[in-house]
């Protein structure tokens, strides 16, 4: 049964594509995974300043498709656009995931105080606004501080992914008083190794956290959980 899973990946840029699949490779090497790149989702992002009108129609119409391509999943993994993957989850019965979810459910249960941490500044009210949103849901509160990391994404869009690490784990080095990091973007897990040696508390990933519940999600399915 496991053959027949068609989890469809939907990058907004490449620097996602290449965390998702180690992660996949790492936590669930079974899994049949297919990429869907439409890198100008986030050119056009930032060069508006915000989610330009037509993201909405964009969307439905990358969802359809995988729908149309018999995927058994879908992960969207560009943090910027969380609101907009939420209203396709009403529109399709196949799981669909957006790149936070996981991520923030595993905080939530943690609890404590949490640094978020991204280095591209349109995902900071998305992320934030994803998080309350679920928090609401649950009754409860956390102690959340969003910081944009500067230069590691001119870094990486740069090609100097050395860099882009350093310029993260130099940032998770300065932390002091949390119970959890978190790292709010696919495209920063590289750093999650070098970062994780500075830190004296957990530091957690997007894709890793969206590649245990896809597997959680998908093969408890199969065996009726």
């Known amino acids: 049964m ?6 469809y990946l939907i990058h907004a840029g490449d620097v996602s594509m290449k965390p998702a699949l180690a992660s996949f490779a790492a936590l669930w090497p079974e899994a049949r995974v297919m990429n869907l790149l439409e890198d100008s ?4 992002v930032r060069e508006a300043g915000r989610l330009p009108d037509s993201i909405p129609k964009r969307f439905d119409l990358l ?7 018999e995927a058994t999943a879908i992960l ?19 799981p669909i995931l957006t790149p936070n979810e996981a991520l923030f459910e595993e905080v ?9 941490l991204t280095t591209f500044g349109p995902s900071i ?11 609401a849901l649950r009754g409860t509160t956390l102690e959340v501080d969003a910081m944009l990391v500067e230069g590691a994404f001119d870094a990486l869009m740069a090609g100097d992914h050395a860099e882009h690490d350093r ?6 080095a300065s932390l002091t008083g949390y119970h959890t990091i978190v790292f709010g973007q696919f495209s920063m897990a590289s750093a999650a190794a070098q970062a994780q040696k500075l830190a004296s508390v957990p530091v957690l990933t997007t894709p890793d956290c969206a590649v245990r519940k896809l597997k959680k999600v998908l093969l408890g399915a199969q065996h009726g959980v």
């Open 125 to 135: 009210p998305a992320l934030t606004e994803e998080l309350n949103e679920m928090l």
């Open 167 to 172: 310029i993260i784990a130099e940032k998770v």
């Open 108 to 116: 939530i249960e943690r609890g404590g105080k949490v640094a978020l």
């Open 63 to 69: 969802g359809q498709y995988c729908v149309a391509a």
């Open 41 to 44: 989702l986030v050119l056009d």
């Open 76 to 94: 969207f993994t560009c943090s910027a656009f969380g609101s907009t993957i939420e209203s396709l989850k009403i529109k399709h019965t196949i």
């Open 2 to 7: 496991a053959a027949l899973q068609k989890i």
